[in-house]
């Protein structure tokens, strides 16, 4: 759930249109404005444990379904689908629908949303969705290099039923933002594992009984995932509007025709504003695409890596981004709501509540203490353990290449990302809207060098050079974090960013555990059978431990913060 969904004017109940909501008894006003600081950051750290265990759980599911797939197929077919059919399906996907989303779950600056208008806007998804899609197609068809049909059968029909797929998922768009603005979160897990565990099974299945079908395999798993997922809005929206339970939230839709497009009586077809807000967010969406996916443009458009390298850089990538999934993305989103409701946008310490600014910045110090003492747990053990991670998880495929050398090196990016995620997290809340509107240059500049880097690294580097460039370009996201929140308390009391200072015993105690477990790996692992390899793994469990202990001996004010923040339900007291 983001900010902008608990900040809903009077207006985003009615769907009438009225403004000023007579005969409206659900008619009521921002709840943030009676919301203090310490009941956000219970909302918040709430918010925060919820979506790491949803995500955990999410997530391990399609881990173990590439670990299964890894057995069967070979690296180049990966490739082609995680890589080249993927970045189409996403492509398309986000740039139809994220600019929609972003405006439409926006109230605005105490205005609300007519949703008879909302509706008709979300509906232009589709269309949108269709034309992206004839366009991408007939680059991945005609402007892209063809995958030999000899080992990859089917390139052309997999394409095509892709972009079906996501055209497809575009049909429940105005039923997932109504879900979100009424928080129905029940909905999305339920409905999007659902397709998880559908499109897992036929995967599965497929890959078993009719391996030569090829490409075939994953456009059908998803075309099922898409089509589950569309198909749960729909079953649960037909038997939730006008039941009893929408009358408790006073849901503004009361019927089927509702939710289909149609112009009131009397007032425009879309609400022109919205409108004019989601062309603004598509125009940031491109730079956020390329900062997102700007490794498998540059490996789909400019060809630096085979098919099989793409796959195996892939798998690394996904197995090296789960901690980042599972654990820094949920504590960013979920805190970003938090300053989000604790400091005033634009404004500088000295005018804003200092009891308010005291909370963000210890908050923001236990934040980037904690991400940056998980980030280097990962960097010391991903070292030693790369090599036996991959083996186990893909066998000889990923480890007698350049996986192992792949692994370690994206142990040392995800000890960047933690800090760019929670750094981000803070300024994105703190900046005034020019501020943002500057930073989209910013952006705009990184994204280029980003792109820059990653065609000259990969030359000279191999795939080695798209986490080299990523290590850079987040350096200098860092950096311009670390100047504006080091700016914006220059002149309070408060030293936040000494979170990023761990204690002097704490790093002698991680230099000697990667001393040990690289000589560990050197002695024991990984040729010289299964025992030697229980000796390696008992090794770093002893470090892991060791480390662990002098956590909580060392970093006192950090271990109360999760245990009364992320963990609310395991103690006694709050803060």
């Known amino acids: ?59 391990v599911l399609t881990f173990l379904l590439n670990a299964f797939i890894l057995r069967f197929v070979s690296k180049e077919l990966i490739g082609v689908v995680n890589v080249r059919l993927t970045l189409l399906y996403s492509t398309l996907v986000f740039l139809s629908r994220e600019a929609f ?88 897990v339920v409905a999007e594992s659902s397709a998880m565990i559908a499109k897992c099974l036929l995967t599965v299945v497929l890959v078993v ?61 879309i609400d022109w504003t919205l409108a004019r807000l989601t062309w603004s967010f598509f125009k940031q969406s491109f730079l956020k695409q390329i900062l997102t996916e700007g490794e498998r443009y540059v490996m789909t458009f400019l060809n630096v890596l085979s ?68 980030g280097m747990v990962i960097t010391v053990f991903g070292y030693a353990y790369s090599y036996l991670a991959l083996d186990i998880y893909g066998g000889s495929l990923l480890s007698s290449g350049a996986g192992p050398t792949l692994l370690r090196f994206y142990s040392s990016y995800v000890l960047l990302l933690a800090v760019n995620g929670i750094t981000e997290c803070f300024v994105f809340a703190a900046m005034s809207q020019e501020e943002v509107d500057q930073y989209n240059l910013v952006m705009l500049a990184l994204s280029v060098s980003f792109l820059l880097l990653s065609y000259v690294l990969t030359w000279w580097a191999g795939a080695v050079g798209f986490i080299m460039a990523n290590c850079l370009n987040m350096g200098l996201r860092i950096l311009h974090s670390l100047v504006y929140i080091q700016r914006y308390f220059r002149l309070s009391p ?46 770093g469990a002893v470090c892991l431990l060791c480390v662990f202990a002098t956590v909580l001996l060392t970093e006192t004010e950090l271990v109360r913060f999760v245990r009364t923040q992320l963990f609310p339900r395991y103690t006694k007291k709050s803060p």
């Open 494 to 539: 408060w030293r936040p960013l000494r979170g990023l200072l761990p204690s002097p015993v704490l790093l002698l105690a991680l230099v000697l555990s990667a001393v040990v477990t690289a000589l560990s790996e050197g002695v024991f692992c990984c040729d010289s059978g299964w025992l030697l390899r229980l000796v390696h793994i008992a090794v």
């Open 307 to 374: 098919f099989g390298d793409q796959g195996v850089y892939d798998i690394v990538n996904n197995l090296g981004s789960m901690v980042a999934r599972f654990i820094f993305l949920p504590i960013e989103e979920s805190f970003y709501v938090f300053f989000v409701k604790v400091l005033e946008r634009g404004r500088d310490v000295k005018s804003q509540k200092q009891e308010d600014v005291a909370i963000a910045a210890q908050v923001l110090e236990c934040l980037l203490k904690l991400v940056l003492v998980i």
């Open 1 to 59: 759930m983001s900010a902008v969904e608990t900040r809903r004017s009077p207006r985003y109940s009615d769907f009438s249109g009225r403004g000023d909501g007579s005969q409206n008894p659900c008619r009521t006003g921002p709840p943030d404005a009676q919301v203090g600081p310490q009941e956000a950051l219970k909302s918040a750290s709430t918010l925060a444990s919820y979506n790491l265990l949803l995500q955990v759980m999410f997530r």
């Open 209 to 269: 009984s009719a391996r030569e079908w090829g490409l075939y395999i994953f456009s059908a798993a998803q075309l099922v995932y898409t089509g589950f997922l569309a198909l749960c809005y729909v079953v649960y929206f037909l038997h939730f509007l006008g039941s009893e339970e929408a009358n408790k939230k006073c849901f503004p839709l009361h019927s089927v025709g509702d939710l289909l497009p149609r112009r009131a009586e009397g007032e425009p077809v």
């Open 101 to 188: 989303r972003r405006a439409c779950l926006s109230g605005g600056s105490g205005r609300g949303h007519n949703w008879r208008q909302v509706i008709n806007l979300l509906w232009l998804t589709l269309p949108l969705g269709v034309l992206w899609g004839s366009m991408l197609v007939c680059v991945w068809l005609w402007l892209l290099e063809v995958p030999d049909p000899q080992s990859i059968p089917h390139y052309g029909p997999a394409v095509g039923l892709f972009a079906l797929a996501a055209v497809q998922e575009l049909l429940a768009e105005p039923l997932w933002v109504l879900a979100q603005a009424h928080m129905l979160v029940r909905l999305k």
